[in-house]
Structures are given as structure tokens and as C-alpha cells.
């Protein structure tokens, strides 16, 4: 296909939508001043973040106009996330003003009912009655895609000659998409949807996606009487550079990441190589990746080509989410210049991740909070800033700290169902630093409040005493957390059966759950955690595996 543009204002990821249309079979030409938007002949346009940060980006560029001139001329358009609401009026989110193409608005979601931002697996339930073709026939009319965002366009009758999907979040029913004539657009992220995603780009770039036909018509949405967002599996690689300098994924027990042998050689434990064992969970059905660069507070990012190498090398084969933890801080490289977070974090970005976690340094943006509140200097603020909150998550470390009584600490304290070595009955969990070296005086509550106040979209929650141990996971951890905060929450360290997956969901509101040394030696495969969950009534993305 000739004349195939992209239209990036500087937004986050776009690598991973330019490998999803390359493994299509089409190559992709960047959009680089503003007359290149009229030479297309086909033009997707991806956004992520903030709304008002993309409508600036457009216009000081000179996009704006040319861009509503390409949309008119009928020529195919695809808009993606912010892509999509930029199309509309505005936005609740900025005084900034779209490009009016379409009525409505977006509106922040009802985050005292339900976490936001809205992230994960969720069903697209199509409002038209002639569904799509792609490659193998029908599409189904309801498939599930990867949502990630805090605003969205309320469904409204003036919008039903539009509406191609519409989604529910909690008690919310929102556009999840739009198509009609040349255009189509799409609050989900079909680079990131696997199969189902990558079948709907394929029939965007062949036509088939776009059929206003007389016979079909457009139908009123309806409130469904059970959540549809499923809750995710994710799959964890501990990533560091073994004894002869090559990277492997290893994994700790209790942070411990050397094999226990009673020779002296002690080895890094080593599960396989990185990119394959992404590919495979991908295949394999995990709802999202997660990379930890666990030797990266040694190394500086910025040079760490090899970690980036992966990053790349998987977004070429993995098209579900990409997180990358580690060193995500301001740094020095060997040359003496000095890097600020945000600058490493646009390097993961540029390389294939959609996510960055940090660690360390969300601690210390924590404890300068409650000091001193917010100056717009941490990495969770400038990050969140440039790139919206959904691509920043905080991974916390922590470990029980025994007392007898909850007045004998000033921490807050969980009573907690794993009685301590004195028989304690409360405990509450201490933030630790550099690998779980390192303990603060700061609380797991302390934190996650913090940093969701800084603009973090997402919890990674461990923790040391569970860690490699496959005893389940610290439910009164989890549950105290999620009472603490309204941004999503990944449960982290102790699964050891599928049991530990059903018992994490049935017994908190965790919106994930993630496991890392079970699924390399494939003690419990990742698909046998689905599939024991799909028996059990709980709602989880479905295997797909078609393109």
C-alpha cells in the first residue's frame, strides 16, 4: 500500500502500532510537516495522555487544519485513544478545544465507584447490525479489546449515526468507537488488542471496515447487569545480565536471585531467554508483560542497549501492553550528562514499552510529599505530565514489621492473618528501597496515597515475605491497599497454584494478578490460571490466537 501515513505528535509508544502494521504486511510512512497530511493516502493517527497536551501539540505543529482538510476529503482515517477524542468538541480534561468534527465531549469516569483509569481487557458491544469482514469471514459483534484511559465520550442519541462500538465501565456506557464514511477511530487500542486489534487494523487498511450500507442500521446501547472488564493475568520477567554478561530472565526467592548450591559457584538462576519467553506468554494468552530491569540501579538506562534491544525485539512480536521497571530515575551516564527521568522513560517509550514502573524513587517522591507536598519535579509528575497517568505504575516492596499493639507504632497497622513470631496479631508493612535492601519509615499507605496524588495510574503491589515462596498472596495487604486508593491494582508475589489466582479474586477487587517463576518452569501455565478461572465464574479475556 502506497501513501500509508501516521500522524505522531510525540506521543508515548507508537512503535508497537508501527510493528502491528508491519506484521500486516504494510509499511508505514511518518507524517513530518504539515503537508504530508495531504499527501496521504490512508492516515492513522494514535494519541496517548492528555487530551489538551495533544490538541497544543496539533495546532503549534501546524496539524490542525490540514488534518480537518484530510478528514473531508474522504480519504481512509483511523484515530486512535486520544486520536479519537481529539475528533470531538472537548474535553473535560482541558480548556483546550478538539477538532469539532464530531459533537460530544469527554468526561472524566466515576472514580468513586470503580478504579481509574479505566485499564485493562474490556467488550466492545457493536451498535451496528452488519459486523466487519476480515481475513477469516465475520467478525464477532462483541470482542474484547485493551482500554486505557481516565476520560471518555458519554453514548447520547446525537451520536447513533456515529457509534460503531459502545463499552460499559462500571455504570458507564461510553463510545468505544466510531466509524462512518472514511472514518474510524477507536477508544481502545487495537495495536495492543492482539489478534482481535490487529484483525481490525488489517480490515481498516483493506476497506472492509467501512460498510454504510443501506440495509444496516445503528442500535441503541443497553446497560448490562454485570461488569465486563475482565481481569488481567500478567506475566513477570526479572531481567539482569548473568555471570558472562548475557541477559537472562531470573527469578528471586525472597529477592534472591542466585542459585542455592553447596558449591561456590552460585550462579545467577537462569529461566530462559527474554524475548522468547515474552513470545511465549503472548501465545500463550497473558493479558499484559512486564519486564524488571533488576540490575539497572548499577547501569545507566540511558546506555543499557541491550535492555532496549529487548523492548524492541519483543514490540515486533508481543502486541499486548509492555511494562519496563528499573532505574526509571534521573541519572548520570559514563559521559557525565545528566538524564532526567522523564528522558529515560522516553527512551523505554521509544523502544517498545507502554508502561514504565518505578520503584526507589517513588519511596523518595513519597516521603518529600508528605514533607513538603507536590513541586512538579518527581518522576511520577513529570512522566504523568508528558505521557498521562496511565503509563506510570508504582511497584512497592514491602515487608511485615510486627507489633504487639497498633498503638505501638505511628505506621498504620493491618491485623493481619499471618500471626508473627511472637504470636503479634497486627503488623503494618514498611517500604523498603534499592531491591528490598533497604527499609524506610514510611508505610505501604503512605505511599500509594502519595504517589496517586503525584499522578501514578497503577499499583504493582509485592511483597518480600510472599516472594518465591508459592504460599498465595498477602490478601490483607492487597484489600488494605485498594481501600486506599481508586487507581487499579496489580496483586504481586506467593502464587503457587491456580487456586492462589481464584482465591486473590474472590476474595479482594484487585483488578490483576501477576506470577513469574510458576509460568517459566511452567509449574502452573498461564493458561491453566485462565482456564481454572473461566470455570470458576470469573470473567477473563479469551484465548485468541487467529489473525
Same mark, same amino acid.
Request: with cysteine; hydrophobic share 35%; net charge negative.
Given at each position: 500500500?502506497?501513501?500509508?501515513?501516521?500522524?505522531?505528535?510525540?506521543?508515548?509508544?507508537?512503535?508497537?502500532?508501527?510493528?502491528?502494521?508491519?506484521?500486516?504486511?504494510?509499511?508505514?510512512?511518518?507524517?513530518?510537516?504539515?503537508?504530508?497530511?495531504?499527501?496521504?493516502?490512508?492516515?492513522?493517527?494514535?494519541?496517548?495522555?492528555?487530551?489538551?497536551?495533544?490538541?497544543?501539540a496539533?495546532r503549534?505543529?501546524g496539524?490542525?487544519?490540514?488534518?480537518?482538510?484530510?478528514?473531508?476529503?474522504?480519504?481512509?482515517?483511523?484515530?486512535?485513544?486520544?486520536?479519537?477524542?481529539?475528533?470531538?468538541?472537548?474535553?473535560?480534561?482541558?480548556?483546550?478545544?478538539?477538532?469539532?468534527?464530531?459533537?460530544?465531549?469527554?468526561?472524566?469516569?466515576?472514580a468513586?465507584?470503580?478504579?481509574?483509569?479505566?485499564?485493562?481487557?474490556?467488550?466492545?458491544?457493536?451498535?451496528?447490525?452488519?459486523?466487519?469482514?476480515?481475513?477469516?469471514?465475520?467478525?464477532?459483534?462483541?470482542?474484547?479489546?485493551?482500554?486505557?484511559?481516565?476520560?471518555a465520550?458519554?453514548y447520547?442519541?446525537?451520536?447513533?449515526?456515529?457509534?460503531?462500538?459502545?463499552?460499559?465501565? *462500571?455504570?458507564?456506557?461510553? !463510545?468505544?468507537?466510531?466509524? @462512518?464514511?472514511?472514518? &474510524? =477511530?477507536?477508544q481502545f487500542?487495537? +495495536?495492543?488488542?492482539?489478534?482481535?486489534?490487529?484483525?481490525?487494523l488489517?480490515?481498516?487498511?483493506?476497506?472492509t471496515?467501512?460498510?454504510?450500507?443501506?440495509?444496516?442500521?445503528?442500535?441503541?446501547?443497553h446497560?448490562?447487569?454485570?461488569?465486563?472488564?475482565?481481569?488481567?493475568?500478567?506475566?513477570?520477567?526479572?531481567?539482569?545480565?548473568?555471570d558472562?554478561?548475557?541477559?537472562?530472565?531470573?527469578?528471586?526467592?525472597?529477592?534472591?536471585?542466585?542459585?542455592?548450591?553447596? *558449591?561456590?559457584?552460585?550462579? !545467577?538462576?537462569?529461566?530462559? @531467554?527474554?524475548?522468547? &519467553? =515474552?513470545?511465549?506468554?503472548?501465545? +500463550?494468552?497473558?493479558?499484559?508483560?512486564?519486564?524488571?530491569?533488576?540490575?539497572?540501579?548499577r547501569?545507566?538506562?540511558?546506555?543499557?542497549?541491550?535492555?532496549?534491544?529487548?523492548l524492541?525485539?519483543?514490540?515486533?512480536?508481543v502486541?499486548?501492553?509492555?511494562?519496563?521497571?528499573?532505574?526509571?530515575?534521573?541519572?548520570?551516564?559514563?559521559?557525565?550528562?545528566?538524564?532526567s527521568?522523564?528522558?529515560?522513560?522516553?527512551?523505554?517509550?521509544?523502544?517498545?514499552?507502554?508502561?514504565?514502573?518505578?520503584?526507589?524513587?517513588?519511596?523518595?517522591?513519597?516521603?518529600?510529599?508528605?514533607?513538603?507536598?507536590?513541586?512538579?519535579?518527581?518522576?511520577?509528575?513529570?512522566?504523568?505530565q508528558?505521557?498521562?497517568?496511565?503509563?506510570?505504575?508504582?511497584?512497592?516492596?514491602?515487608?511485615?514489621?510486627?507489633?504487639?499493639?497498633?498503638s505501638?507504632?505511628?505506621?498504620?497497622?493491618?491485623?493481619?492473618?499471618?500471626?508473627?513470631?511472637?504470636?503479634?496479631?497486627?503488623?503494618?508493612?514498611?517500604?523498603?528501597?534499592k531491591?528490598?535492601?533497604?527499609?524506610r519509615?514510611?508505610d505501604?499507605?503512605?505511599?500509594?496515597?502519595?504517589?496517586?496524588?503525584?499522578?501514578a495510574?497503577?499499583?504493582?503491589?509485592?511483597?518480600?515475605?510472599?516472594?518465591?515462596?508459592?504460599s498465595?498472596?498477602?490478601?490483607?495487604?492487597?484489600?488494605?491497599?485498594?481501600?486506599?486508593?481508586?487507581?487499579?491494582?496489580?496483586?504481586?508475589?506467593?502464587?503457587?497454584?491456580?487456586?492462589?489466582?481464584?482465591?486473590?479474586?474472590?476474595?479482594?477487587?484487585?483488578?490483576?494478578?501477576?506470577?513469574?517463576?510458576?509460568?517459566?518452569?511452567?509449574?502452573?501455565?498461564?493458561?491453566?490460571?485462565?482456564?481454572?478461572?473461566?470455570?470458576?465464574?470469573?470473567?477473563?479475556?479469551?484465548?485468541?490466537?487467529?489473525?
Amino acid at each position: 500500500m502506497k501513501g500509508l501515513y501516521m500522524l505522531d505528535y510525540g506521543a508515548g509508544n507508537v512503535r508497537s502500532l508501527v510493528n502491528a502494521v508491519q506484521r500486516l504486511g504494510y509499511t508505514i510512512q511518518f507524517v513530518k510537516e504539515p503537508s504530508d497530511i495531504l499527501k496521504a493516502e490512508t492516515l492513522i493517527f494514535p494519541g496517548v495522555g492528555a487530551f489538551g497536551h495533544a490538541m497544543k501539540a496539533l495546532r503549534q505543529k501546524g496539524y490542525a487544519e490540514p488534518l480537518k482538510e484530510y478528514v473531508a476529503s474522504g480519504k481512509p482515517f483511523m484515530g486512535i485513544c486520544v486520536g479519537m477524542q481529539t475528533l470531538f468538541e472537548g474535553s473535560e480534561e482541558s480548556d483546550e478545544p478538539g477538532l469539532g468534527l464530531l459533537p460530544g465531549t469527554a468526561t472524566r469516569f466515576d472514580a468513586t465507584t470503580k478504579a481509574v483509569p479505566h485499564m485493562g481487557w474490556n467488550t466492545a458491544h457493536s451498535a451496528k447490525t452488519v459486523s466487519y469482514q476480515n481475513g477469516n469471514g465475520q467478525e464477532k459483534k462483541d470482542t474484547v479489546y485493551y482500554f486505557v484511559h481516565s476520560f471518555a465520550v458519554p453514548y447520547h442519541a446525537n451520536l447513533k449515526e456515529w457509534t460503531f462500538t459502545t463499552t460499559q465501565y *462500571g455504570e458507564e456506557t461510553f !463510545v468505544s468507537s466510531v466509524q @462512518k464514511g472514511n472514518v &474510524l =477511530a477507536t477508544q481502545f487500542h487495537p +495495536e495492543k488488542s492482539g489478534y482481535a486489534g490487529l484483525r481490525l487494523l488489517d480490515a481498516f487498511l483493506k476497506g472492509t471496515v467501512f460498510s454504510d450500507s443501506p440495509q444496516e442500521s445503528r442500535s441503541t446501547p443497553h446497560t448490562h447487569p454485570m461488569a465486563t472488564l475482565t481481569k488481567r493475568i500478567i506475566a513477570c520477567l526479572d531481567v539482569r545480565a548473568n555471570d558472562a554478561g548475557d541477559l537472562v530472565v531470573t527469578k528471586g526467592d525472597q529477592y534472591d536471585v542466585r542459585e542455592r548450591t553447596d *558449591g561456590s559457584s552460585n550462579d !545467577v538462576r537462569n529461566l530462559g @531467554k527474554p524475548v522468547e &519467553l =515474552a513470545k511465549r506468554y503472548f501465545d +500463550e494468552g497473558a493479558d499484559e508483560i512486564t519486564f524488571l530491569n533488576i540490575t539497572s540501579f548499577r547501569h545507566c538506562p540511558m546506555g543499557d542497549l541491550p535492555m532496549l534491544e529487548v523492548l524492541r525485539r519483543t514490540s515486533e512480536c508481543v502486541f499486548v501492553p509492555l511494562t519496563i521497571g528499573g532505574g526509571i530515575r534521573e541519572v548520570i551516564d559514563p559521559e557525565g550528562t545528566v538524564h532526567s527521568a522523564l528522558e529515560v522513560a522516553g527512551a523505554y517509550f521509544r523502544s517498545g514499552a507502554d508502561k514504565v514502573s518505578i520503584g526507589s524513587d517513588a519511596v523518595y517522591a513519597a516521603e518529600r510529599y508528605w514533607e513538603s507536598g507536590k513541586d512538579g519535579s518527581s518522576a511520577i509528575e513529570t512522566i504523568a505530565q508528558a505521557y498521562g497517568a496511565q503509563a506510570v505504575v508504582i511497584s512497592v516492596d514491602p515487608r511485615r514489621v510486627y507489633v504487639k499493639d497498633p498503638s505501638d507504632t505511628s505506621h498504620h497497622v493491618v491485623k493481619t492473618s499471618q500471626p508473627g513470631p511472637k504470636r503479634e496479631q497486627y503488623c503494618w508493612y514498611q517500604c523498603t528501597v534499592k531491591g528490598g535492601r533497604e527499609g524506610r519509615d514510611l508505610d505501604v499507605r503512605q505511599l500509594v496515597v502519595a504517589c496517586e496524588a503525584l499522578g501514578a495510574g497503577e499499583v504493582l503491589l509485592n511483597c518480600m515475605d510472599r516472594d518465591g515462596t508459592n504460599s498465595g498472596y498477602e490478601l490483607d495487604l492487597v484489600n488494605d491497599v485498594k481501600a486506599a486508593v481508586h487507581i487499579p491494582v496489580i496483586a504481586s508475589s506467593g502464587a503457587g497454584s491456580v487456586a492462589h489466582f481464584e482465591e486473590l479474586f474472590t476474595k479482594t477487587n484487585v483488578e490483576a494478578a501477576l506470577a513469574a517463576g510458576i509460568f517459566h518452569r511452567q509449574e502452573v501455565p498461564l493458561q491453566s490460571v485462565k482456564d481454572h478461572l473461566e470455570g470458576c465464574g470469573i470473567l477473563i479475556r479469551p484465548q485468541d490466537s487467529v489473525l
